[in-house]
């Protein structure tokens, strides 16, 4: 395990369901980042968070709600999702140094499946 | 836009054999990074290797060596004396050098080592 830790490690939710993910870095960095892992597609990066504040929203629908009140954890609200949300949500942190971002390092992942 | 193709979707290699993986890019920027990701089946994704476009030297750790091209916009992965536990999802992954984070993966290659 990296030192960033990520709860659930599954879920299964319904469409008109309300859940939220849980992302901890244990790692002293500032900035912080979701991403969608889905099958045959490259990871698409959704969120970022820097300093807690968001830097970057990848036209995400709205039924994703990114929270990051600390620098240490990063949230993922979900309600009423489709079954094509159904994919591994991952978590990653890194260092922001000066105006650039350094290695992100990457949780374990949910697995979402969405019924 | 940048974008990042691998272009092996699966490889397979015998055990203590050498293996390249393939990874092109394209980018309008002349600073920026470079990255190798590997994600073993059901595990953490973590970093192989990571290249700073700005150095001629390729880099190096253990086993991982890159072959990094700028002017061709290649960054092929060389694994030394594979290991079974080598097993994984290969991500090539690139990241200009003032963006905030975003990190563009490719596909991936599935790479087996067989014993």
């Known amino acids: 395990e990296t030192g960033v830790t990520q709860t659930p490690r599954h879920l299964v939710m319904g469409m008109t369901n309300k859940k939220s993910l849980k992302c901890e870095q244990h790692l002293g960095h500032n900035a912080m980042y979701w991403y969608k892992q889905s099958a045959k597609k490259p990871l698409e990066l959704m969120f970022v968070y820097n300093f807690k504040e968001q830097t970057e929203n990848n036209s995400v629908p709205s039924r994703f709600s990114p929270e990051c009140p600390n620098s240490s954890h990063l949230f993922l609200h979900l309600h009423t999702l489709q079954p094509e949300d159904s994919a591994l949500y991952l978590c990653?942190?890194?260092?922001?140094?000066?105006?650039?971002?350094?290695?992100?390092?990457f949780g374990p992942g949910t697995r979402l499946t969405v019924l | 836009a940048q974008t990042v193709t691998q272009s092996q979707p699966e490889m397979s290699v015998q055990e203590a054999e050498t293996v390249t993986l393939s990874c092109t890019y394209d980018t309008s920027e002349s600073n920026y990074y470079l990255f190798w990701y590997k994600q073993p089946p059901s595990r953490q994704m973590i970093l192989v290797i990571r290249?700073?476009?700005?150095?001629?030297q390729n880099a190096t750790e253990n086993r991982f060596s890159v072959n990094f091209q700028k002017a061709a916009k290649s960054f092929s992965l060389k694994i030394s004396d594979s290991q079974l536990g080598d097993t994984a999802m290969y991500f090539c992954?690139?990241?200009?050098?003032?963006?905030?984070?975003?990190?563009?993966f490719g596909k991936g290659t599935k790479l087996s080592v067989k014993p």
């Open positions: 290249q700073e476009a700005y150095k001629q």
């Open positions: 990653a942190s890194s260092q922001v140094i000066g105006l650039r971002t350094d290695t992100q390092y």
């Open positions: 992954a690139f990241m200009g050098r003032r963006s905030q984070g975003n990190l563009i």
